[in-house]
């Protein structure tokens, strides 16, 4: 497959939080590696950290963030080849590569814990390209009748998501809790809870992020903005509290009220990362112990998470509503998101 020298990227350069638009070489391929036409990356919070530097991104990654990418395969390492050919559909996730040799990584269902993995727009350069080099035999086959648009955001938002709903034990026909619902974790988490016969109820601020989360499946949706007194009002629909918690906000107020909303034995996933250390998921060991709370968290999904989160957009029962935009856009669509303004996920368009 025909392919040019150069590439588009979105680069982060300087002091200042923005990326650059600029030409770069693309990346050449190693051993054991794909190369890979990126037509559509979601937009994560992570991103947005790296960018504003709250995270510290890794010279490694030379200033290129995004992990939510969805594309096509253009070129294949030799030894490989038994793997993927030219022209099969891509994604390429938060990990990019992991050692597959560690305790981790040969227990069957926890090699995001490896001490070796690789991070795209962290540790290797990440999605904000036209074109990305991945290792093979970590990379996600995108399922035939999933749009591109929509299978970036499931590489790290709605894995992130489905693995956080499933974490929390709740069973059909049980309360959840979310909050940040009308956002990117949130919006996905919605449906994935909804579609695994979980009750929703969704916590939010304002009219155009109510109107998302009830058309999405919850049942209720409590505007912060205007409520008081969240346990209250969750206690006043689910009786005794909800069974789960599923904080996709990385807000002080949010991890502070979470354990408040829950019943006896119910349990708090804690999956958004503030960016300041003194921001704890939690609540005092008397609450604690005298409801048997749990606190749990989880972060982005195994390669087999991935595929289970995708077959959901195949079987038509969740979709990722997106904000569409370009790597022009990108800068825009960040602050947008820095400030709670983007409903759902936002996505650019990669390649033309």
Same mark, same amino acid.
């Given at each position: ?23 770069? !070489? ?20 992570? !991103?947005?950290?790296?960018?504003? !530097? ?89 399922? !035939? ?208």
């Amino acid at each position: 497959m025909a392919f040019p020298k150069q590439q588009k990227a979105a680069v982060r350069r300087g002091q200042e939080p923005r990326c650059e638009v600029t030409t770069i !070489d693309i990346p050449q391929l190693g051993p054991g590696q794909i190369l890979c036409k990126i037509n559509y990356s979601g937009i994560c919070a992570t !991103d947005k950290s790296f960018i504003y !530097d709250e995270f510290k991104m890794k010279e490694t990654a030379k200033g290129i963030a995004g992990h939510e990418g969805a594309g096509n395969v253009v070129a294949v390492a030799e030894d490989v080849k038994d793997l993927w050919k030219e022209g099969d559909r891509v994604g390429i996730k938060w990990v990019t590569s992991v050692c597959r040799k560690c305790e981790f990584c040969t227990n069957g269902t926890d090699e995001l814990q490896c001490t070796k993995q690789q991070t795209s727009g962290n540790s290797v350069p990440g999605t904000f390209q036209e074109y990305c080099v991945t290792d093979a035999r970590y990379a996600t086959r995108i399922p !035939d009748g999933i749009k591109d648009e929509e299978a970036g955001p499931i590489m790290c938002g709605g894995v992130t998501a489905y693995v956080a709903c499933k974490r929390s034990q709740v069973k059909p026909g049980q309360w959840i809790v979310v909050p940040g619902a009308g956002g990117g974790l949130g919006h996905l988490a919605i449906q994935y809870a909804k579609a695994m016969g979980m009750r929703v109820i969704a916590i939010d601020g304002g009219a155009e992020k109510q109107k998302l989360c009830l058309e999405l499946g919850a049942e209720h949706f409590i505007d912060f903005t205007l409520t008081k007194e969240i346990p209250a009002e969750v206690m006043s629909i689910t009786t005794y509290g909800a069974h789960g918690v599923v904080v996709t906000t990385a807000s002080r107020e949010g991890y502070a009220t979470a354990p408040m909303l829950l019943r006896p034995g119910g349990t708090v996933v804690a999956v958004g990362i503030p960016s300041s250390m003194s921001i704890m998921a939690g609540a005092h060991p008397a609450l604690l112990c005298m409801k048997r709370l749990n606190i749990v968290g989880t972060v982005t999904g195994t390669l087999k998470d991935v595929d289970e989160a995708l077959d959901f957009t195949a079987r038509g029962l969740v979709h990722p509503a997106l904000t569409h935009g370009t790597l022009h856009d990108l800068n825009d669509l960040i602050a947008k998101l820095k400030d709670g303004k983007i409903a759902g996920r936002a996505v650019v368009k990669i390649s033309t």
